[in-house]
């Protein structure tokens, strides 16, 4: 039953839920415009503007033939969407990466705050090193709530073929909607130079991210160390 908000964005977030609740899932097509206004008692026109803003955000996608489409995270997709390092020449970086370490822990306060946990929450730590051609160019520290990812399977000292948003989406059944970025300078510490092979105390570049899950629940702190990249950001 619709609320008293405006209508197209009942319809979204009502479409929304049924997604991360698994009524509808990655993969799927919608029922058409016509069946969606009968289900939820809106207009096409409503409905359509409700598709629009899902579509926009990565979300759906319409087939011209087909229909609309829940979009599954596939690793090239995920690349495109999340992937923002570059050379300093503007090269996309073609990274592969080797899991180096996953380990079950409480989280310090940093990690409980990203992810709203508590102190008693145990949280899945996974170090990852990006390499391209063999030289390491990023080390990464991603932190994840344990509860929500029980079933995530990721081996140790082995290169990781798909994405870990795709391992998350096929493993666990969690779907990253969004994801917002802070860029700042660090300095390297013992484990990010003896995996980036550079000095201990080398300025860094330090991305910290926050993916966030269908229900707009804190899914993922991550933390990327490279000195060799740059960041590409796009402002509209």
């Known amino acids: 039953m619709l609320e008293n ?18 009524t509808l899932q990655p993969g ?6 016509q069946q969606l206004a009968a289900t939820l008692g809106i207009s096409v026109g409503t409905v359509r503007k409700a598709t629009e803003e899902l579509v926009a955000q990565g979300i759906l996608d319409r087939q011209h033939g087909r229909g609309t489409q829940i979009v599954p995270h596939t690793s090239d ?17 073609r990274l592969t990466a ?13 990690e409980q705050h990203r992810l709203s946990l508590s102190k008693n929450d145990q949280v899945i730590v996974i170090t990852r090193a990006r390499s391209e051609n063999g030289v390491p160019l990023v080390f990464e520290r991603i932190c994840i709530p344990a509860k929500r990812f029980e079933r995530l399977s990721v081996e140790s000292d082995r290169d ?8 998350y989406q096929k493993q666990c059944g969690e ?19 003896k995996e980036l ?9 330090l991305v910290k991210r926050v993916a966030v899950s269908l229900a707009n629940e804190p899914l993922e702190f991550r933390q990327s160390w490279t000195q060799a990249l740059r960041y590409r950001s796009h402002l509209e």
Not at 77 to 83: D, I, N
């Open 5 to 22: 908000r405006p209508l197209y964005l009942q319809a979204r977030d009502a479409l929304m839920r049924q997604i991360a609740e698994g």
């Open 28 to 33: 799927d097509f919608l029922p058409s415009e």
């Open 77 to 93: 997709r995920s690349r495109f969407r999340f992937f923002r390092f570059i050379h300093p020449d503007g090269r996309q970086a």
């Open 98 to 110: 080797r899991l180096l370490t996953r380990k079950t822990q409480s989280p310090n306060r940093e």
């Open 160 to 167: 990781m073929v798909e994405e870990i948003y795709v391992l």
């Open 175 to 193: 779907m990253v909607r969004s994801a917002t970025d802070e860029i700042e300078y660090d300095l390297a510490s013992s484990s990010v130079s």
């Open 197 to 205: 092979k550079i000095a201990a105390g080398s300025p860094v570049l």
